[in-house]
């Protein structure tokens, strides 16, 4: 009984800190001057603020236009690309990626080699 309410004091504190910090996270993110218009890492304009217009808003792409200009233009977005990159090095496997371009006459085989 005594390791019962040694938890729940733990789980209480811990789901506060959990739910102010996605409260901050979430007032972060409407803060509307910080958002970027075009994105360094892609090298693209970011997408814009979809017009208004009853058709729009009957068909739904108004809604799924804010949506994507909401995740397009998130405050601190290209650090958070950054940071996902960052991380995912560190998963131990990683696959061979060629960088720049195959000239003409590379001997790149069509077929796995059987040995023969």
């Known amino acids: 009984m005594r390791h019962a309410k040694q938890y729940k004091r733990g789980s ?4 506060a800190v959990f739910f102010l910090a996605l409260a901050a996270f979430a007032i972060f993110s409407l803060l509307l001057p910080l958002r970027p218009t ?3 890492a892609e090298r693209r304009d970011l997408a814009k603020f979809p ?8 068909d739904g792409s108004y809604t799924s236009g804010i949506d994507s200009w909401f995740a397009d233009t998130f405050p601190l977005r290209d650090a958070f690309f950054q940071l996902n990159s ?3 090095s560190l998963y131990g496997i990683r696959t061979v990626e060629v960088v720049g371009e195959v000239q003409t006459g590379d001997e790149i085989p069509d077929a796995p080699y059987l040995g023969e």
């Open 86 to 88: 960052w991380v995912k």
């Open 12 to 15: 209480r504190g811990k789901a």
């Open 38 to 40: 075009t994105s360094v």
């Open 51 to 58: 017009e208004f217009s009853v058709q729009s808003l009957a």
